[in-house]
């Protein structure tokens, strides 16, 4: 009988079935953070358990760690507790962290991937919902609460529904300045942010296939924002490229073994989904979004449309727009590049080409914060950081940052924010504040005329390309 590959990665880790019932399902790899996972441990330390597999177990300091230039000093009490429970937690369980100035600090769904520790057919779980991400290596990656969190670290397992399955084909070649970001936004502007409530997706077409990892890795991030549960991408050269010589895969003849394994991890002809879905891109203009939340978007050269119902009509107060107002020159306070959507180092070079021999627009704050310190590190050997300080924005360090506003980095009450992150909520980066979610070089464009703009017109001026800045 042919699957599909979410069905086969799905069945492989089956550990108990029986009807009327979920899954026995067992997890490979367990990413923790600071946040979700005090409660797991002590609930652990109080029934005397210890951790199924340490070696499935990573953990890092990401939402509450503070990105300022001297971050060892935390201001925020809670904050700072919740950093060293896990450092002490990490210490008593015998689990590996990545703390801050390790080299490999940062973003959880940045570091997984860049070392290696997110490979094709992997099960892999964190408390976080954008733990979607890993999918991009075609793995099964999903987020869950703090109890499941427990479950996971004492058993290895955790009972989980069978899902449904859709399929996602975006058809069509991409234009010039068109990102991944614009794509599943797109998606979600079509399908609703429930539009995918109890399934896992395959994303797939020719603009996917000759995507590169960051841009597959945006896509999947942002799977939950429509409700799926997960979102992944049939593994193939070019992941396998991305993954060769990384700190954690195999290697020699293990890695060949590897390769052939990870290369069968795709969907067979004719194989059935339960739903299907074709978003045209060929004539896909930059997104952005103008409500609170991600489905509630126009593309850069439409207006903030009808409010057609409650909701549409509260997220135009809350935003303070109007039906018919232009997207396009809309005035912003603060511009955010970063999270675990767009933190990788090609979002900083695509970004850093919009500031290169240009100025942030006076009033504007602008944060550029690397999802790890790798990615950090590089940045600043190519020269990228300068780019970013010349023109008037502050690089800084790796975290979670102003995505979602638990520690220092906030948009304050009533400013406006053109964000790369992903997620656009009431108060999300702060209370009473305005969120405006774009790409990179979207955000970027905003920061230098002050103002939702057109990357295009800029890149149109100035020559520039998608060709990455070297130092």
């Given at each position: 009988?042919?699957?599909n590959i979410?069905?086969?990665?799905?069945?492989?880790?089956?550990v108990?079935?029986?009807?009327g019932y979920?899954?026995v399902f067992a997890i490979?790899?367990?990413l923790i953070h600071?946040v979700?996972?005090?409660?797991?441990?002590s609930a652990?330390k109080?029934r005397?358990?210890?951790?199924?597999d340490?070696?499935?177990?990573?953990?890092t300091?990401?939402?509450?760690?503070?990105?300022?230039k001297?971050?060892q000093?935390?201001?925020?009490?809670?904050?700072?507790?919740?950093?060293?429970?896990?450092r002490?937690?990490?210490?008593d369980f015998?689990?590996k962290?990545?703390?801050?100035d390790?080299g490999?600090q940062?973003i959880?769904?940045v570091i997984g991937?860049?070392?290696?520790l997110?490979q094709p057919?992997m099960?892999?779980?964190?408390?976080?919902?954008h733990?979607?991400?890993?999918?991009?290596?075609g793995a099964i990656?999903?987020g869950?609460?703090?109890?499941?969190v427990g479950?996971v670290?004492?058993?290895?397992c955790?009972?989980?529904?069978?899902p449904?399955t859709?399929?996602?084909?975006f058809?069509?070649d991409?234009?010039?300045?068109?990102t991944a970001?614009d794509m599943?936004?797109r998606l979600?502007q079509?399908?609703?942010v429930?539009?995918?409530k109890g399934y896992?997706i395959?994303y797939?077409?020719?603009s996917?296939?000759?995507?590169p990892m960051?841009?597959?890795m945006t896509?999947?991030?942002?799977s939950?924002?429509c409700?799926?549960?997960?979102?992944?991408?049939?593994?193939d050269d070019?992941?396998?490229?991305y993954?060769r010589?990384?700190?954690c895969?195999p290697?020699g003849?293990?890695?060949?073994?590897a390769?052939e394994?990870?290369?069968s991890?795709?969907?067979d002809?004719?194989?059935r989904y339960?739903r299907e879905?074709?978003i045209?891109?060929?004539?896909?203009?930059?997104?952005?979004?103008w409500g609170f939340n991600p489905?509630q978007?126009?593309?850069?050269?439409?207006?903030?449309?009808e409010?057609c119902?409650e909701?549409?009509?509260?997220?135009?107060e809350?935003v303070?727009?109007n039906s018919?107002d232009?997207i396009?020159?809309i005035?912003?306070?603060?511009v955010?590049?970063?999270?675990?959507?767009?933190?990788?180092i090609?979002?900083l070079?695509?970004?850093?080409?919009?500031?290169k021999n240009?100025?942030?627009a006076?009033?504007?704050?602008?944060?550029v914060v690397p999802?790890?310190e790798?990615?950090?590190?590089i940045a600043?050997?190519?020269?990228?950081?300068r780019?970013f300080?010349?023109a008037?924005a502050?690089?800084?360090?790796?975290?979670?940052?102003?995505?979602l506003?638990m520690n220092?980095d906030k948009?304050p009450?009533g400013?406006?924010?053109?964000?790369?992150?992903?997620?656009?909520?009431v108060?999300r980066q702060?209370?009473?504040s305005?969120?405006?979610?774009?790409?990179?070089i979207?955000?970027a464009?905003?920061a230098v005329?002050?103002?939702i703009?057109?990357?295009?017109k800029l890149r149109?001026?100035?020559g520039?390309t998608?060709?990455?800045?070297?130092?």
């Amino acid at each position: 009988m042919s699957q599909n590959i979410i069905q086969k990665i799905w069945d492989a880790h089956v550990v108990k079935s029986k009807d009327g019932y979920p899954d026995v399902f067992a997890i490979d790899l367990h990413l923790i953070h600071e946040v979700t996972s005090p409660q797991a441990f002590s609930a652990l330390k109080e029934r005397g358990l210890s951790i199924h597999d340490r070696g499935r177990c990573v953990a890092t300091v990401d939402h509450n760690v503070s990105t300022a230039k001297n971050r060892q000093i935390i201001t925020d009490a809670a904050s700072l507790h919740q950093i060293n429970t896990l450092r002490k937690n990490c210490e008593d369980f015998g689990i590996k962290l990545f703390d801050v100035d390790s080299g490999n600090q940062g973003i959880v769904h940045v570091i997984g991937p860049e070392l290696g520790l997110t490979q094709p057919g992997m099960t892999i779980v964190c408390g976080d919902s954008h733990t979607s991400t890993h999918g991009a290596f075609g793995a099964i990656g999903f987020g869950i609460g703090t109890t499941e969190v427990g479950h996971v670290m004492a058993t290895g397992c955790i009972l989980q529904e069978t899902p449904k399955t859709m399929k996602v084909e975006f058809s069509g070649d991409v234009g010039d300045s068109i990102t991944a970001k614009d794509m599943i936004l797109r998606l979600i502007q079509e399908i609703g942010v429930g539009g995918a409530k109890g399934y896992v997706i395959e994303y797939c077409g020719e603009s996917v296939r000759t995507m590169p990892m960051d841009g597959r890795m945006t896509i999947c991030n942002m799977s939950i924002e429509c409700g799926a549960r997960a979102g992944l991408i049939a593994p193939d050269d070019i992941t396998f490229e991305y993954m060769r010589d990384r700190k954690c895969v195999p290697r020699g003849m293990k890695w060949r073994e590897a390769v052939e394994y990870w290369s069968s991890l795709r969907s067979d002809e004719g194989c059935r989904y339960d739903r299907e879905v074709i978003i045209d891109v060929s004539d896909l203009a930059p997104m952005v979004t103008w409500g609170f939340n991600p489905g509630q978007s126009v593309n850069i050269g439409e207006n903030v449309p009808e409010a057609c119902d409650e909701s549409s009509k509260k997220a135009l107060e809350y935003v303070q727009l109007n039906s018919g107002d232009a997207i396009e020159g809309i005035p912003v306070d603060y511009v955010f590049i970063g999270s675990c959507t767009n933190a990788r180092i090609s979002d900083l070079r695509e970004a850093a080409g919009i500031f290169k021999n240009r100025k942030v627009a006076d009033g504007v704050c602008v944060y550029v914060v690397p999802g790890s310190e790798s990615v950090r590190d590089i940045a600043i050997y190519e020269g990228l950081d300068r780019i970013f300080e010349e023109a008037g924005a502050e690089f800084r360090n790796p975290g979670c940052s102003m995505c979602l506003a638990m520690n220092d980095d906030k948009v304050p009450e009533g400013k406006r924010c053109a964000s790369t992150s992903n997620r656009n909520f009431v108060g999300r980066q702060g209370k009473g504040s305005i969120t405006h979610l774009m790409s990179p070089i979207m955000a970027a464009a905003a920061a230098v005329t002050g103002k939702i703009t057109d990357v295009r017109k800029l890149r149109s001026v100035s020559g520039a390309t998608d060709k990455p800045i070297n130092k």
